[in-house]
């Protein structure tokens, strides 16, 4: 399972000339422009650096979404400071600066109170890092770049990107215009904005090219993604959505017709901008994988209703049916938080009720934590914080009851595995099922870039075990699991 607060580094690289040490906080969107960062500084000669101790330039990619971001990013400062000091002594130089949506939010206070900081360099700013750097290098002043700018980021961004292995994530979207009064992304990532079908298509293919099997399209509300479908296109794989503007099923069969690109995510997806064009193409395009992240937040419409989310829970159950018609087999997967302001005993129980029908395959829950400047921190009845933790055991109990039960109903299927990386031990290869699952098996690093049948065996706390299906059966064996699958989509 992933851990959204988990601390990401970017990977060790080469080690000559200048460096560059990102330490990545937050969602995948955050991973993500990272790898976008380490990209654009590379012309500049900074080569990935295995520690801030041995960088030229510490990037610290922050995350706001939830409590404690500042407090992190100060301490991470107080470090780095002292790391600094450390190395002036020697004669050496090291520069630091903040990205990421603390940046956006609080770069007035972060220039204020850790002066250590030498760039504030915001989400919407990315493309301008190189000659932000190379201001800083010429006149060590501050420099804060939070204003919001959209101007053609993605345009801006190109399509310098060097693929690390057969999966890719791939912006399309970005933005939120949704104003959930818990949330800071509208905020800090300004409006919705979506990247043209053309440059999307033109970074898979350079993608595919390298490697890459699997794309994750990434966006804050990546279904509300719309796009005018590229000049001269003939038709036929399409169906064109309202206006005639493509919407994010449109986009994704498109994308499935590129060679070498054997898989197709996308996240995360907002309940009100699930489409009919969406839905028809997760029932028909085979590439699209069955795992859908569609967080519902809560099971009260009357808190769904002060969160803003504009939906009630009936909606959300009906969306899910209508989901599940066109997928029997998808995964669903969501966000929850708990003790949001008003939370009763019987609003609580009405999220457990709605996780309860759903069936979740994984999910991620919450406590409430007031964002400053939020409409709901600002609301009466705020829910103790013994109260939060309290349902917050509760509803995560239900959603790992639930995970395990999905894990374990995989036991004999064969699944189609995309192996990504070597596993643990001596021999052994890890990829993820279609319904994003860990799957690890006994395999030749060979088989590394590639999607292999494999009976799944046991269940880990954490993955699968699964066992290669030899060549001579594979083919049986993939058809067999593929055609079990189309006879429950036509049930
Ligand atoms: N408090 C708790 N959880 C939050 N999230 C966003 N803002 C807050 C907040 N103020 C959660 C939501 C969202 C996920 C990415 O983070 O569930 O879907
Ligand atoms: Fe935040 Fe709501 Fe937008 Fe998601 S939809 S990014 S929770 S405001």
């Keep these: 399972m992933q851990d959204k607060t988990a601390i990401k580094d970017a990977p060790a690289g080469r080690s000559t000339g200048k460096s560059v040490f990102i330490r990545t906080y937050g969602c ?39 409590e404690k971001a500042s407090e992190k990013l100060f301490s991470e400062l107080g470090r780095l400071r002292a790391l600094k000091a450390k190395k002036a002594a020697r004669g050496e130089k090291m520069t630091i600066a903040v990205a990421g949506c603390v940046a956006q939010a609080e770069g007035a206070e972060i220039a204020a109170r850790a002066p250590v900081a030498d760039l504030i360099v915001g989400p919407q700013s990315y493309h301008r890092l190189p000659e932000m750097i ?35 994530f791939l912006t399309v979207q970005e933005g939120c215009d949704k104003f959930c009064t818990f949330c800071v992304v509208p905020y800090t990532r300004g409006a919705e904005v979506s990247r043209p079908v053309e440059a999307i298509t033109a970074e898979a293919r350079a993608l595919a090219r390298q490697g890459v099997r699997e794309i994750t399209l990434l ?116 966000d929850f938080i708990v003790g949001f302001p008003g939370e009763t005993n019987e609003d609580f129980e009405a999220t457990l009720a709605l996780a309860e029908t759903v069936g979740y395959a994984s999910a991620f829950s919450f406590k409430y934590s007031r964002r400053p400047g939020t409409p709901a921190a600002a609301m009466a009845r705020q829910v103790p914080e013994a109260v939060k933790d309290e349902r917050l055991a509760r509803l995560q109990a239900l959603l790992e009851r639930q ?31 279609p319904y994003l699952q860990s799957v690890h098996a006994e395999g030749p690093s060979s088989m590394i870039g590639s999607i292999r049948p494999a009976r799944i065996v046991a269940v880990t706390p954490n993955a699968l075990a699964g066992e290669i299906v030899a060549a001579e059966n594979a083919d049986g064996a993939l058809s067999s699991a593929g055609a079990a699958e189309r006879d429950l989509r036509l049930a």
Aim: aromatic letters at 4%.
């Design 134 to 168: 190379a201001r800083a290098a010429r006149e060590r002043g501050e420099i804060l770049e939070t204003d919001f700018a959209v101007e053609e980021k993605f345009d801006r961004l190109g399509e310098a990107r060097e693929a690390t292995g057969p999966t890719a």
């Design 219 to 334: 966006g804050q509300n990546v279904n509300a993604w719309r796009g005018a479908p590229p000049v001269g296109h003939a038709g036929g794989e399409t169906r064109p959505g309202k206006g005639g503007l493509w919407g994010l099923g449109e986009l994704c069969r498109h994308l499935a017709r590129i060679d070498g690109i054997e898989r197709i995510r996308f996240t995360t997806s907002h309940p009100r901008d699930m489409d009919d064009g969406l839905i028809a193409a997760l029932a028909e395009e085979e590439k699209l994988m069955p795992y859908l992240h569609l967080p519902v937040q809560a099971g009260s419409d009357r808190i769904l209703k002060a969160m803003n989310r504009g939906h009630t829970a009936a909606d959300y159950l009906a969306l899910i049916a209508r989901i599940r018609a066109a997928r029997p087999d998808i995964a669903l997967s969501g």
């Design 403 to 433: 995970r395990a039960a999905f894990n374990a109903a995989q036991i004999g299927r064969v699944l189609p595995v995309l192996f990504e990386k070597p596993g643990r031990h001596e021999g052994q290869i890890v990829g993820r099922s």
């Design 28 to 66: 995948q969107m955050n991973a993500y422009d990272s790898e976008r960062m380490a990209g654009l500084l590379r012309p500049l000669g900074y080569a990935p650096a295995a520690s801030p101790e041995a960088a030229d330039l510490v990037i610290v990619n922050t995350c706001h979404i939830r």
